[in-house]
């Protein structure tokens, strides 16, 4: 029997879920802005139709009229959530068409909102989808994988006490075996500053092919340089991957606060692949530099700074559907 791996975001997609942006009370002055960034990442995904199909999630009625008014292109399931960061909350799809769906307990106990915990399962059912329960926590975001069995991810997240407390290296990559076929994984150590999901990998590093890593070149006064630098460290060291290097948007600010902006939270479509954008100076230089990885792909920047506000980009937002 062929061992179950997830395979890897640029295999062919059936579809994807998109969180649309549906609590005013979390969103707040930015709802409104967030939603018209959705929606420019759903219709670049979609690509008139030669993308994939696009599920966009609402959490009300409200909601979904206002994602049906605003994505005539896209199907809207509603369905109650807590926030749109499906790809920590959606079940995560494997080779055998099968679901896994983790445990959730709102990164680490920071944000408990109804919903959240059982959100993947019910996507899944929608489909028509069977899953499995795995029994432990973890959030799409905090792997990735190249689809051979490689993944990566971070010792501040998966280490993490607040997560499964106990639960070591060795343990944690049985589990990875037996859930989603990981075979080899490169452990880095901290994620962004400030990232709220306690060093989410999709802000850090992600393979862009098989045994291929890409991980960002520091800027001037760029508040994550150590943390690129020893990733790349790390990744030089573990000898399995080849180590591909793109821009960084260097220091991006809310208010005073320094917040986890990522060209690494690109989404790998179909037809495109869609790179957030910040208006910063390496916006351009990161969508061509991450275009020459993907030739086949149109490779877009959209802006993500009011998405970004709650703290994730494009890729957070989205969970795809293998075909």
Request: net charge negative.
């Amino acid at each position: 029997m062929a061992r179950v791996v997830q395979p890897a975001e640029w295999a062919r997609h059936k579809a994807v879920w998109i969180g649309f942006p549906s609590h005013a009370e979390l969103w707040r002055d930015d709802l409104m802005p967030a939603r018209e960034e959705v929606i420019a990442f759903a219709r670049a995904v979609h690509a008139d139709g030669k993308g994939e199909t696009v599920l966009l999630v609402a959490a009300d009625d409200e909601a979904a009229a206002a994602a049906r008014k605003a994505a005539p292109f896209a199907e809207v399931v509603v369905e109650p959530f807590g926030d749109i960061w499906l790809r920590d909350t959606a079940p995560i799809l494997v080779s055998d068409g099968t679901a896994r769906d983790f445990d959730f307990n709102g990164w680490g106990g920071k944000y408990d909102l109804p919903g959240d915990d059982d959100i993947g399962e019910r996507l899944a059912a929608r489909l028509g989808i069977a899953t499995e329960t795995c029994g432990w926590i973890l959030e799409g975001g905090a792997i990735d994988g190249d689809g051979t069995g490689l993944a990566v991810t971070t010792e501040q997240c998966l280490l993490n006490p607040n997560r499964n407390a106990g639960l070591g290296k060795a343990e944690i990559e049985e589990r990875l075996y037996h859930d989603l076929g990981v075979v080899d994984v490169l452990w880095l150590g901290d994620g962004l500053l400030n990232d709220h999901t306690d060093g989410h990998v999709d802000n850090l590093a992600r393979f862009v092919g098989p045994a291929r890593l890409a991980i960002p070149e520091p800027t001037e006064n760029d508040p994550n340089w150590q943390v690129y630098q020893r990733a790349a460290q790390r990744a030089e060291s573990f000898g399995r991957v080849e180590l591909v290097r793109l821009p960084s948007p260097g220091r991006i600010l809310h208010g005073d606060e320094v917040v986890p902006a990522s060209y690494m939270n690109f989404y790998i479509g179909n037809a495109s692949v869609v790179v957030p954008q910040y208006g910063a100076e390496n916006d351009a230089a990161a969508v061509a530099a991450i275009a020459d990885l993907f030739p086949t792909r149109n490779v877009v920047g959209q802006r993500a700074d009011h998405i970004l506000t709650g703290g994730g980009s494009f890729h957070c937002i989205s969970q795809q559907v293998p075909a």
